[in-house]
């Protein structure tokens, strides 16, 4: 009998990951689903992946609960950043690229558009996590990004409503 999950009803949070890479690993979805399964896990935790050319790839549906947050999984979706650790496979570095950048901007205005409540944070602002993932203050990008001097105005030229 397949497991059925309870879908999530409320998205509180947007929580933004890495996937603790070194800048040359250029891996996505697959692989970081293929680790997860590894570890005994149903899926991949994530939602969306972000590989290094920018490439945003699906996780879990939206509507499924992920496994990134601890707690937080029935209310929140996670982005994981392909990259975010230095060649020493632990000291945290914001290494992602510009085209990371974009798209993790992009992606978080779109999902701010499905859940225009949900806080923007990195999984190391939620309690109890004792890692610095994202390897960046995500709260402090997202208040910068989310000035009116950058604000994307139309994310979906094609809408209409």
């Known amino acids: ?33 293929s ?6 896990w149903l899926d991949i935790g994530y939602h969306k992946v972000i590989r ?3 490439t945003i790839e699906d996780g879990r549906l939206l ?13 929140s979706w996670g982005i994981c950043l392909v990259g975010g650790v ?14 990371q950048w974009e ?11 499905e859940a225009p409540n949900a806080e923007v944070l990195g999984h190391c602002d939620l309690p109890n996590v004792n890692k610095a993932c994202p390897s960046f203050d995500v709260r ?3 208040e910068q990004m989310n000035t009116p001097r950058c604000q994307v105005v139309d994310l979906h030229p094609d809408d209409t409503d």
């Open 140 to 142: 402090k990008w997202w």
């Open 1 to 33: 009998m397949p497991l059925k999950w309870k879908p999530i009803q409320q998205v509180n949070y947007i929580v933004v990951h890495c996937a603790a890479t070194t800048e040359d690993q250029d891996i996505g979805a697959e692989e970081i689903r």
């Open 103 to 113: 798209s993790l901007l992009w992606l978080v205005a779109d999902m701010k558009r």
């Open 63 to 75: 509507t499924t609960p992920g496994a990134h947050a601890r707690g937080y999984n029935h209310v």
């Open 86 to 99: 230095e060649s020493d496979n632990k000291t945290p570095e914001a290494n992602f690229t510009h085209p």
């Open 35 to 40: 680790w997860h399964l590894q570890r005994g």
């Open 52 to 54: 290094r050319d920018g």
